[in-house]
T-cell receptor
């Protein structure tokens, strides 16, 4: 079974609109972390935002916010006021457990296209 | 911010030869490094986790004799693709966790391998 599910393979959004990228996860661990990464066509992985399982407040980083619904096991990424430069692949990822070598696994990604 | 480099950024090799890819943490000590591969338009798949001074832990289905990983120092991990075949052509990305790990994990820019 998939641990990280991203149900939107692709999205088209008008510039300056807000966009929500969906992510649901599956884990039985109490301690885990959730990440969002952006991957432009150059291939580099750009860290956007992190949410720990024990964090009570939703994480925010500039235009990015993570809508963390623990009971629903969802961690949607919200990008406010989208820009052309936001066009990229977006991956939701999860680290199960708190330890140094706990691995991060990735969802299949959502390709976001921002339209001028 | 923390920087992880990979060398080479791209490589073309002939079938049957071996290729070594280096992953370096430039301004921090990385006790744990991860190697991923990514096929076009797909997600990152974890290949192995390497801890400095110990043997790498490979994910199920990854041939350890084909993908040799060495994490000889706190700033360097290498991935050697032995007897490469065209199906090994892929984008290989490493990531590194600092010694004083909180949740940060820093990704290298990736290495594109093409086997002809």
């Amino acid at each position: 079974a998939q641990k990280i599910t991203q149900t939107q393979p692709g999205m088209f959004v008008q510039e300056k609109e807000a966009v929500t990228l969906d992510c649901t996860y599956d884990t039985s661990d109490q301690s885990y972390g959730l990440f969002w990464y952006k991957q432009p066509s150059s291939g580099e992985m750009i860290f956007l935002i992190y949410q720990g399982s024990y964090d009570e407040q939703n994480a925010t980083e500039g235009r990015y916010s993570l809508n963390f619904q623990k009971a629903r096991k969802s961690a949607n990424l919200v990008i406010s006021a989208s820009q052309l430069g936001d066009s990229a692949m977006y991956f939701c990822a999860m680290r199960e457990g708190p330890n140094r070598d706990d691995k991060i696994i990735f969802g299949k990604g959502t390709r976001l296209h921002i339209l001028p | 911010g923390a920087v992880v480099s990979q060398h080479p950024s791209w490589v073309i090799c002939k079938s049957g030869t071996s290729v070594k890819i280096e992953c370096r943490s430039l301004d921090f000590q990385a006790t744990t490094m991860f190697w991923y591969r990514q096929f076009p338009k797909q997600s990152l798949m974890l290949m192995a986790t390497s801890n400095e001074g110990s043997k790498a832990t490979y994910e199920q289905g990854v041939e350890k004799d084909k993908f040799l990983i060495n994490h000889a120092s706190l700033t360097l991990s290498t991935l050697t693709v032995t007897s490469a075949h065209p199906e090994d052509s892929s984008f290989y990305i490493c990531s590194a966790r600092p010694r004083d790990y909180n949740y940060e994990q820093y990704f290298g820019p990736g290495t594109r391998l093409t086997v002809t």
